[in-house]
Every structure is written in C-alpha cells, then in structure tokens.
C-alpha cells in the first residue's frame, strides 16, 4: 500500500469582532428585544377592549337588536378645556375612565332638556350596582347660567361648559335633528360610540338601558367603577 503523502493542515483563522462590534450587537438584540417587550405589553392592555367590543358588535345572538345607533369610526374625545359651574377650567379628558351618558343642551333647559337629564338619570339609577360605572354628563353649550331649579336633579352628575362649535368636533346629531336631541354612549377611552335616538320617550330609555347593559357587560373586564 502507498503511503499517504504528507499533506500541511489547511488552518482558515476567522477575525474576532472588534469589541465595539460586539457591543453595537448586544444593544442592538437588547433594543430589539424590547420592542418586543412592549408591543407585548400594548397587546395585553388592549386584549380586554378588543374582546369587549369584539362581543358587543359581532358576537350577538340572532335577532338580538340594538336600540341606540353605533357609530362608526367612532369619534375619539378631542382636546378641550371645558370650564365647570363655577367657571373654573377643566380638561375634557378628565372624563375618560368610566363610561359616560352624555346630554348636551343651553343652559336655558327647556322642556326638552329636562325630560333628557330625566332619562339620563333614570336610566343610569336602573342599572343598580353597575351604575357608578356609568357617569351622567351635562354638557352646557353656552354661557348663561344654569337655572337653580335644576339643582336637585344634577345631584351627582358632571356639568360642564364646552361651547357649541367646539362639541361640533366631536358629537353630532342625526341630520335634520339637533344635538340636543340625542343622549350620546361614550366609552372610557373617550371614543363616541353610540347614538340613542333623537327625542327618546320612557319606552325607547327601556330599550336603551339594554343596549347600556350590554355595554357594561362585555366591558366588564376593563373598566372600574367609581373616579
């Protein structure tokens, strides 16, 4: 047998990274991985919303209808100042956290007007050990004073003053009706989303508290009660 011939190792040397390689890697896995870290976290955050909603608007038994009209895109709550009853300013957004049942009308109150702070407050003391996750709002759209006979009925509700043009970018009423008409559904994020009909009597606020039940709960796992 011939003998192997000898033959020199073939040896290929590899460069090490620079050490300022090596760090740029490591931020670049860290920065990386926190990115990951945080859409995790936002995913979980908004999980419970989207499964609400998902259940609200698709998932719904047949022939299970909605009284009140949902709006869509929903409108999100714009940046105001609003002033409250004894004219000092208030950030809009303080609202957000709970759900809210807002009525908009002059500070003259009408007949209209009261009958809706009637049935905001009605339907709101319906819904029994749910209702403080449910706030009554008072949006005034001027600058006169709001009469003392009101008084009592306001007992726990937010009154603010936004005026008129400014509540324009946000709620709207059906065409042909105006926005004092409608009792508006927003939801704790600040989003508009949902319209009762224009003028509601004591019959259409028996279907409305429905739909609010139904709100409150497929949002259960999202909201508190209380501020």
């Known amino acids: 047998m011939a003998a192997a011939s000898d033959e020199p190792l073939g040896l290929t040397v590899h460069s090490m990274p620079s050490p300022g ?6 931020e670049n896995r860290r920065t990386v991985h926190g990115r990951w870290k ?4 936002l995913l ?11 259940t609200y608007y698709v998932i719904r038994p ?9 709006i869509d895109p929903q409108r999100e709550m714009p940046r105001l100042t609003a002033t409250d009853r004894s004219g000092a300013p208030v950030e809009l957004a303080t609202l957000k956290g709970q759900w809210l049942l807002v009525a908009v009308a002059d500070a003259a109150c009408d007949a209209l007007c009261e009958q809706q702070l009637y ?3 009605q339907l709101r003391e319906s819904l029994g050990r749910e209702k403080d996750r449910l706030d009554r709002v008072w949006l005034v759209s001027d600058a006169a004073p709001v009469p003392e006979r009101l008084t009592n009925g306001l007992h726990g509700a937010t009154v603010l003053r936004v ?3 400014q509540l324009a970018r946000w709620l709207a009423p059906v065409q042909g009706h105006a926005l004092s008409e ?13 319209r009762f009909p224009a003028r509601m009597d004591a019959a259409g606020a028996s279907r409305a508290k429905r ?10 796992s999202w909201d508190e009660a209380g501020r």
């Not at 047949?62 to 949902?70: I, P, T």
């Not at 409608?182 to 949902?194: A, F, I, K, Q």
């Not at 739909?211 to 259960?220: G, M, N, V, W």
């Open 62 to 70: 047949e022939g299970r209808s909605v009284y009140g009209e949902l």
């Open 119 to 121: 049935l905001q407050r």
């Open 44 to 54: 979980m955050c908004a999980a419970p919303v989207i499964a609400s909603y998902f």
């Open 211 to 220: 739909d609010i039940d139904r709100l409150l709960r497929a949002s259960s």
């Open 38 to 41: 945080m859409i995790a976290v």
């Open 182 to 194: 409608h009792l508006y559904v927003v939801d704790p994020m600040g989003n508009w989303m949902m």
């Open 163 to 165: 005026p008129a043009d």
């Open 21 to 26: 390689q090596a760090l740029d890697e490591a």
